[in-house]
Structure formats: structure tokens, C-alpha cells
């Protein structure tokens, strides 16, 4: 195993055993960013942790985590992309769905990229052309062919005061499939895809730290990636690019970006 590989998964179990530990003894606290969005004191606390061991080891890379103030990067030299929790509104509430997501990139392309479930603990990773695993079993998108068979998940913006096109969406969309799911991690949404679990994820408005591990998972587990609409993020590498993400199986990939198209 690549020593960079090696070195996240362990990093993101080290978070993921100190967040699930402060959930479990009720030790962190809750606040608003930006007057809104729900941050903890324990993605912080994961957020030091991985920051602390990354310098360590390789302290000439560049880091560039959810919680930084820094939230932009080329990712022309070697960077890690970090969401020290990504599901924060589910932990704060019991939930399981909830991951530490480690990716990392060179060269404007991400090379390596983790997710890890501490409260399942499964862990989901990948390398640039050596396939995807989860817990260390390989991993591949469902073979389907209609999209009126599949579970698509969902997220929804922590800002609702401009939701009318995802509710106009999710009406045009819900005829179409089988059923819906929201498990409130972008980066899990993914990686359920990447292992057959969901066959489509779609949204609106996510970050680097959201999709750069996640969507490496899922295209090395043969999944198809792209934008059902047309991106607003003009010179972002398409790798960590947020903006109307989608992500399914290959066969009805192209099916559900015209469904999603308004």
C-alpha cells in the first residue's frame, strides 16, 4: 500500500475513534457558522488531529480543510483535502451516518482518497487506477440498467432560503426511481454508490472536501461522474468540483442527468 494511502486511513481512524469518543461521553459543545451552519467542537477537535499528524509526517504539503479559514486551492502542489466531519448535523443528532473523509492530490488531480465511518466503522478508499475497497473487500456500482429500479440519495443546502429549484427537482425526479434517500454525508452518499448500496446521487451546492476523497472512491469502483447541470465553479479541477454533482451507476447515468435537468 502507497505509504500516503497508508498514513490517511490511519489519520481518519484516529479522528474518527476521538469523534465517536467525544459523542459517546457527550463531550463537545454546538455553535453556528456564518449564523447557520452547525459546527461542533468535535470537528475541531478531529480538525487538530488531522492537522497535527499531516504536518508531522509531511510538513511541506499543503492542507485544506472545511475548517480553515483558507477555501481555495489549486491543488497544484501536494495538498490533503479534509472534512473533519462530514455529516455534522447527523452526529450532533445520534445519527451513523457520519464520516472523517482524507483525500490526496498532486498535481490537480487527487491521488488517494478515504472515508471513514468510525460509528459502522467502515472504511471505504481508493487509489488513482488501483480500484476501490471497503473494509478491504473491492468494491463496484450496481450493474443496472433501469433507472425506475434504482435508490437515489440526496442532500439538501444548511442555507433554506433558496430551496424552490431542489424541491421542483426532487418532485420531477421521484416518478422516475424507486425510491429516495438522504443520509445527510455527501461523501457517504458517494462511497454507497461506489458499493452498490445507493445507484445515483445528485446535488446542488458541495465543496472540495465534500466530493475529492468520495468521488475517487466511486469512479475507481466504476461509477460515472459528472454535473446534471452546467458548473459555476469555471477553473476548479473537475475532481473536487461541488456544483451540481452526479454520481451513478453507468447505465442509467445519462437517464438521470435528463430527469434532473430543469
Given at each position: 500500500m502507497d505509504v500516503?494511502?497508508?498514513e490517511a486511513i490511519?489519520?481518519?481512524?484516529?479522528a474518527g475513534a476521538e469523534i465517536k469518543r467525544l459523542r459517546e461521553i457527550?463531550?463537545?459543545s454546538e455553535s453556528l457558522k456564518d449564523g447557520y451552519e452547525l459546527l461542533t467542537t468535535a470537528d475541531l477537535a478531529s480538525n487538530d488531529i488531522i492537522h497535527a499528524e499531516i504536518n508531522k509526517l509531511f510538513p511541506e504539503h499543503d492542507i485544506f480543510s472545511e475548517e480553515d479559514e483558507q477555501k481555495t486551492h489549486t491543488l497544484q502542489h501536494p495538498t490533503w483535502i479534509v472534512d473533519p466531519i462530514d455529516g455534522t448535523v447527523g452526529y450532533a443528532n445520534g445519527h451513523y451516518q457520519?464520516?472523517?473523509s482524507i483525500a490526496y492530490a498532486d498535481n490537480y488531480k487527487v491521488r488517494h482518497g478515504?472515508?471513514?465511518?468510525?460509528?459502522l466503522d467502515e472504511l471505504f478508499y481508493a487509489s488513482k487506477g488501483s480500484g476501490a475497497f471497503l473494509n478491504g473487500n473491492r468494491i463496484s456500482a450496481k450493474d443496472t440498467a433501469e433507472l425506475k429500479t434504482c435508490v437515489i440519495a440526496t442532500g439538501f443546502p444548511p442555507k433554506k432560503n433558496n430551496i424552490h429549484d431542489a424541491i421542483v427537482r426532487l418532485e420531477q425526479l421521484l416518478p422516475h426511481i424507486r425510491d429516495i434517500r438522504r443520509l445527510g454525508s455527501a461523501a457517504l452518499d458517494i462511497c454507497w454508490v461506489a458499493c452498490g448500496r445507493l445507484q445515483g446521487y445528485y446535488e446542488e451546492e458541495l465543496h472540495a472536501w465534500d466530493v475529492a476523497a468520495a468521488n475517487l472512491i466511486?469512479?475507481?469502483?466504476g461509477a460515472s461522474l459528472g454535473f446534471y447541470k452546467g458548473s459555476n465553479n469555471p477553473g476548479t479541477p473537475e475532481c473536487i468540483n461541488g456544483n451540481?454533482?452526479?454520481v451513478a451507476s453507468p447505465n442509467v447515468f445519462d437517464e438521470l442527468r435528463m430527469v434532473l435537468y430543469i
Open positions: 500516503i494511502l497508508h490511519r489519520i481518519a481512524k484516529l457527550g463531550g463537545y457520519v464520516a472523517v478515504v472515508v471513514y465511518n468510525p460509528f466511486a469512479k475507481e469502483a451540481h454533482v452526479l
